[in-house]
């Protein structure tokens, strides 16, 4: 038997109501039926119903009255039309004003059945999609972030403010440290939170393929381009892009961004045709820019064009406040998707995840986490359960001998770090804090502050 809902008729024949009246009921749905348009209208008023049968002619008024009505209210029911006056033109009209289907008489019961099967899968499908899109929005809630650093409470400050503008904002950091997450915070807090929010890669297609994912394409731009494409401003119009990857991009797509960064227009592929579009632009890096723009890797005027507002995403590492925190939420998560009566995390547990250095940040920790969650066997996670390399566990607790305060444990850990990436590179400074993921400034300033060398 098919879902049970509430189902209105609304047709002028008296036959057909009851006839469509007993066998939906025999199916064990509640159906109420009318004869006119005002009718059914005042019982939508008074009632919610997943689907309606509709006729297409009344002696008063049209279905297509009702059809509109259903859509001027947003009343969530999914209409069926029929008719025994079929033809091409009113199918069309019915899908194109919202109609999920449209049917021609006589219908038999099969046809019936089927009908109001697949509206019924179609709703379900759309409160499905409602309900994960109202989750998704929860998320990116300010309030719901996981964060005690200073640090993060500061950039949480800053997306407030910038959400609820139009500004182009570049988020920096090292990778896994949520820079896309910060990008959907500040297009679903936006005025634009409504539209569309559109992800690219400039790292994941070689540049020829990327302009045209990014702008379009006509017929015959290229070989293989045998339609007219959309690109992804085009899907972003109202909405808001986020380019992850930007130092990847090349001159030449270097070159149309700071076009459409000043205008907001651009060409597709292979055309002369000039579009426009409304959108705002979110970039994000774990490059030094400004270092690309000495090297010549990345034009000065847009690296001026793009950090206009900057956030940066602190690394894990400088943020060990937040790692429990994280570690418990994450926790959580998955414990729940992966059906599992984990209480939590023992003492021992909690003191490896605060003291290892989670070189790939927010991205590691929530990865090593769910491995955990699934392998623990027991009512908390204990280290054997987490996936993360313990050298460097021996290594801090062979730093000095007994107990020492972490914050001075994990200086000498970081100055050895340090020392290991000059001697990898050869004491090239700049080698070296690609070694070590680090920019060039802050080796510069870590060589001060440990001593190593004049910074």
Not at 250 to 273: A, D
Request: hydrophobic share 40%.
């Amino acid at each position: 038997m098919s879902e049970q809902a509430h189902i209105l008729v609304l047709d002028d024949d008296t036959i057909v109501l009851k006839s469509l009246k007993a066998f939906l009921e025999e199916e064990g749905h509640r159906v109420w039926t009318v004869q006119t348009l005002p009718d059914a209208i005042d019982l939508m008023r008074s009632d919610s119903f997943r689907v309606a049968l509709v006729d297409v002619r009344l002696a008063r008024g049209n279905g297509f009255d009702l059809l509109e009505h259903v859509s001027q209210h947003n009343i969530p029911v999914a209409v069926v039309m029929f008719t025994g006056y079929g033809s091409i033109q009113d199918a069309v009209r019915a899908i194109k004003m919202g109609a999920f289907d449209y049917v021609t008489k006589p219908i038999s019961d099969d046809e019936v059945k089927l009908a109001v099967e697949r509206a019924l899968e179609h709703q379900r499908l759309l409160e499905e999609n409602n309900e994960l899109r109202r989750q998704l929005n929860m998320s990116f809630q300010l309030d719901n972030f996981v964060c005690q650093d200073p640090s993060m409470k500061r950039m949480l400050d800053m997306v407030r403010i910038l959400a609820g503008t139009d500004s182009t904002v570049l988020i920096t950091g090292e990778s896994g440290t949520g820079k896309t997450l910060v990008g959907r915070a500040l297009h679903m807090n936006s005025p634009r939170a409504g539209k569309p929010f559109v992800e690219v890669s400039c790292g994941a297609l070689p540049d020829t393929l990327l302009e045209s994912e990014l702008f379009g394409h006509v017929k015959g731009a290229f070989s293989g381009a045998v339609t007219n494409k959309r690109g992804k401003f085009e899907a972003a119009d109202g909405g808001t892009i986020f380019l992850d990857e930007i130092s990847l991009a090349s001159p030449s797509l270097q070159m149309k961004l700071l076009r459409v960064l000043e205008g907001f227009q651009f060409e597709p592929v292979g055309s002369n045709e000039t579009r426009r579009v409304d959108v705002r632009i979110i970039l994000a890096t774990n490059q030094d820019l400004l270092e690309l723009v000495k090297e010549g890797r990345f034009r000065e005027d847009l690296y001026y064009r793009v950090n206009v507002m900057d956030i940066h995403m602190p690394p894990l590492r400088e943020r060990r406040e937040d790692i429990l925190p994280l570690a418990r939420h994450f926790i959580d998560k998955y414990r729940k998707r992966a059906m599992r009566s984990i209480e939590g995390i023992s003492e021992e547990a909690m003191r490896v995840l605060g003291s290892y250095d989670w070189p790939g940040n927010v991205r590691q920790l929530e990865n090593t986490v769910q491995k955990a969650v699934v392998f623990c066997q027991g009512a908390y996670i204990s280290p054997g359960d987490l996936d993360i390399d313990a050298s460097l566990h021996g290594e801090l607790s062979s730093l000095e001998d007994g107990i020492r305060p972490l914050k001075e444990a994990m200086k000498k850990l970081e100055r050895r770090l340090i020392l290991d990436g000059l001697q990898a590179a050869s004491g090239n400074r700049k080698e070296a804090a690609k070694l070590l993921g680090i920019n060039r400034t802050t080796l510069y300033n870590k060589l001060h502050e440990h001593g190593i060398m004049e910074a």
